[in-house]
């Protein structure tokens, strides 16, 4: 059987994960990476951050995006959810404090659903005033689209 999931049950999905797939354009071309994210509830955001490259330069050319993310546990057995919004490049004090709570929330899914614990979260933060520094993004949740299928 196959519906489309409710508004509740999608952002279950994106609260109950980290990893997802963004879908961005450059030079007319739709490309489409895995990320480490983490859904900032309050902002009703995505939270992400990048190295400067192909993928940050084409975001500030073109902010609109997607990110797909999945539960699958089988062929016939998955959940699927759809974002789609706008990226916005943050300051350092903003990226900062964004950062701080994208590596708290992230090390508390992996540390509850995964029973592992992790110590290499912590570093991100302290980076970000450094010329090394990772560039915070959010994405503003403009629509939220997600289907399941059960056996």
């Known amino acids: 059987m196959r519906r489309t999931l409710k508004d509740n049950e999608n952002l279950r999905i994106l609260e109950d994960n980290y990893i997802g797939n963004l879908g961005y354009i450059s030079q007319n071309k739709p490309f489409v990476v895995p990320i480490t994210y983490f859904y900032n509830k309050e902002k009703h955001a995505i939270i992400g951050y990048s190295a400067m490259g192909h993928k940050i330069r084409a975001l ?3 902010r609109e995006v997607s990110l797909l993310v999945t539960d699958i546990d089988s062929v ?6 759809l974002v789609h919004g706008k990226y916005q490049e943050l300051s350092t004090s903003e990226a900062k404090s964004q950062m701080h709570t994208f590596s708290l929330g992230v090390k508390d899914l992996i540390i509850n659903n995964e029973l592992r614990t992790v110590n290499f979260i912590e570093e991100f933060s302290s ?15 403009d629509e939220i689209t997600g289907r399941i299928r059960t056996e």
């Open 76 to 81: 016939n057995a998955w959940k699927s959810v």
């Open 127 to 141: 980076k970000i005033d450094t010329d090394d520094y990772p560039i915070v993004f959010l994405i503003h949740i």
């Open 60 to 62: 500030r050319e073109n």
